[in-house]
Every structure is written in C-alpha cells, then in structure tokens.
Nanobody, 123 residues
Framework: QVQLVESGGGLVQAGGSLRLSCAAS????????MAWYRQAPGKQRELVAA???????NYADSVKGRFTISRDNGKNTVYLQMNSLKPEDTAVYLC?????????????????WGQGTQVTVSS
C-alpha cells in the first residue's frame, strides 16, 4: 500500500505565507504525478496545483503567481509554498498522488489521498 502524510497547515494572517509538505511512503515504484487539492466548507473539492514527474506544473487561476508547487523525487515529497494568502484560501488542503506500486505488474497503478491539513487565513 501507499501512504501520504501532509504537514505544514495552520493559522496565518492575510498576506502571510505557509509551506505545506506531503511525503509518500510504501510500496512505490514510481510517482507519476502529485497534486494539491483543497476543500472549503460547503464547496466542492478543487485542484490547486499539480506537478508531473517530468516537472510540468499547472495551477488554478485563483492561486497563480502566489502559490508554487515543487517536488523532491528522491524523497517522494511534494511541497506547496503559499504566499500572499487570502481569507478565501481557507480550506482543508489534501495531497494526491498517482502512483505505480512495486512491483509494477498488473493493476499496480492507483490514486492515493492524504488525510488533509487545515489552512486558515484570518483577515
């Protein structure tokens, strides 16, 4: 199996910064893509940022220029640097990984989620 553990959430004032981390562990052959999603109360889960194993990234329009996603492939870890935070960024942030498990045979590819970390931005 594969586990994702997030850290780095918390309470911050508007205009501040936070850095989220998500470490993947378990029977991993290859992580194909990693992403951050967020879900605010009463709202649908939305993609915040994603990064492929080759380094391609994409962002939600609402966070472009403020958030940066990065990966440390050697550590199976993805980061989300969040700057110029706004109250509307308040949500539970969840890590997602598209993983090919070891050994890479049969139905070895799966989609995994972390437990989420709360980010609260006060005005």
């Amino acid at each position: 199996q594969v586990q994702l553990v997030e850290s780095g959430g918390g309470l911050v004032q508007a205009g501040g910064s936070l850095r989220l981390s998500c470490a993947a562990s378990g029977s991993i052959f290859r992580i194909n893509a990693m992403a951050w999603y967020r879900q605010a109360p009463g709202k649908q889960r939305e993609l915040v940022a994603a990064a492929t194993s080759g380094g391609t990234t994409n962002y939600a329009d609402s966070v472009k220029g403020r958030f940066t996603i990065s990966r440390d492939n050697g550590k199976n870890t993805v980061y989300l640097q969040m700057n110029s935070l706004k109250p509307e960024d308040t949500a539970v942030y969840l890590c997602n990984a598209d993983v090919t498990r070891s050994p890479p045979i049969g139905a070895a590819r799966g989609d995994y989620w972390g437990q989420g970390t709360q980010v609260t931005v006060s005005s």
